[in-house]
């Protein structure tokens, strides 16, 4: 979440539109900026059809808000800038250099291994997941492509994973498997039958869909392939949570359910954080 807008980017997910105009009013361009990017365009648009019913006398500067919008979605400055101080104008121009064009960030690629445990060996979610990950990293214009490394690994686990210990095994298993590289995320492909899942909290002995031991600071996302999400965005989602996204932004604290790291069903988003630190220069699966 934008770091200067996280009570403005929160109320304009919450879609409480009165909260969000008020918010965005008391930001810099450059936040306000930022925060309008962030909440995507769908809620954009959404947040622009309000405009008429909080622009009121003494209520927020909605000409500036309207610029804001329009560097946002035209992806240039408005030629009409009128009332605007020139500093405001800088700050769009700085934006679109730095989201677009000139500044574009440099070329990344996720690199990740993938393992299968022995009762995994016949699923048939991963490809999909792979090729949705890519789908996605493609259609956010994140600039980033994922590699896979050629050949699968096996985990000599005749069983089913569902707790920690069990999880344990399997990575230190891993770790000395010959395709095991420590500049690559190690995704382990798994099962936990539905006979172990509590599906009023999605959980699958102690894990969902997917789980990442230590987010932020592993080397290991399990997939249980027992079920495959609708979306098939799970394991984008582990991956986020690789590169450093914690719980407080993310899964069912992320009002946006279309955001990647969400725990929606039509996930399509990848958010401002989880992009920033896929590109972060020392993440360890990425060169």
């Known amino acids: 979440m934008s770091g200067m807008a996280p009570k403005f980017v929160a109320a304009a997910r919450a879609q409480t539109w009165k909260v969000a105009y008020d918010e965005c009013n008391g930001l810099p361009m450059y936040a ?13 648009q959404d947040m622009r059809s309000q405009m008429a019913i909080f622009n009121v006398w003494g209520g927020p500067n909605m000409p500036r808000i309207g610029f804001a919008m329009d560097v946002v979605t035209s ?12 500093d405001q104008i800088t700050d769009a121009e700085k934006f679109l250099a730095r ?32 090729q949705r990950a890519r789908e996605l990293l493609r259609d956010n214009h994140t600039n980033i492509d994922l590699d896979v490394a050629p050949y699968r690994g096996e985990i000599a686990i005749p069983g089913e994973i569902g707790d920690n210990s069990e999880m344990d095994k399997a990575m230190a298993l891993a770790r000395v498997a010959p395709l095991y590289a420590g500049n690559r995320l190690a995704v382990i492909f798994h099962l ?17 869909y997917g789980n990442t031991p230590d987010s932020g600071n592993g080397r290991f996302v399990f997939i249980n392939v027992a079920g495959a999400s609708s979306d098939g965005a799970t394991l984008l989602h582990e991956m986020g949570h690789a590169a450093g996204v914690q719980s407080r932004d993310s899964d069912r604290n992320l009002k946006d359910s279309d955001d990647v790291m969400s725990y929606g069903t039509t ?3 990848i958010g401002f954080n989880q992009l920033n630190l896929f590109r972060r220069q020392n993440l360890f699966f990425a060169r």
């Open 32 to 44: 306000m900026l930022d925060g309008l990017q962030e909440i995507g365009p769908a809620l954009l």
């Open 192 to 208: 936990a039958t539905a006979s172990q899942c509590d599906h009023d909290k999605q959980m699958c002995a102690g894990m969902n």
């Open 99 to 130: 989201t677009s064009g000139g500044a574009a960030p440099a070329k990344r690629t996720l690199c990740i291994t993938l393992f299968w445990t022995e009762a995994a060996q016949g699923e048939i979610v991963s490809s999909r997941y792979v």
């Open 267 to 269: 996930r399509t988003k």
């Open 75 to 86: 992806r240039k400055v408005p030629p009409n800038t009128a009332g605007l101080f020139p």
